[in-house]
């Protein structure tokens, strides 16, 4: 069993930025992939990024690359969601999530999902 809690949001200002946090517990944390997911209101969730656990291989979605970045601690088995230039349009609730599977991590369908942290920016 894996457990993931977010934190980091907030209300911003476009243009500013925030760090996402997550921490991971759990016998088979390691086994998995981790990343984050955002749902705006009325829509869909949407995968973000994702890291494995070694932190060799990572991952970001088109609409964040250059914007985002993803990054991992092991030591404090917390994953992390750095966030620049933030814009209205990134107003979501943020989901951290992990799977054994990348690939179904990547496809929406993880084994475990945190509750969520809400990011506001504001124009």
């Known amino acids: 069993q894996v457990a993931l809690e977010e934190s980091g949001g907030g209300l911003v200002q476009t243009g500013g930025s925030l760090r996402l946090s997550c921490v991971g517990s759990?016998?088979?944390?390691?086994?998995?992939?981790l990343g984050w997911f955002r749902q705006a209101p009325g829509k869909g969730r949407e995968f973000v990024g994702a890291?494995?656990?070694?932190?060799?291989?990572?991952s970001l979605a088109d609409s964040v690359k250059g914007r985002f970045t993803i990054s991992k601690d092991n030591a404090r088995k917390t994953i992390f969601l750095q966030m620049s230039s933030l814009e209205p349009e990134d107003t979501a609730v943020y989901y951290c999530a992990a799977a054994v599977s990348a690939k179904m991590l990547v496809l929406g369908r993880p084994d475990y999902w945190g509750q969520g942290t809400q990011v506001t920016v504001s124009s």
């Open positions: 890291i494995t656990w070694s932190g060799e291989s990572s």
């Open positions: 759990g016998r088979t944390l390691s086994r998995n992939t």
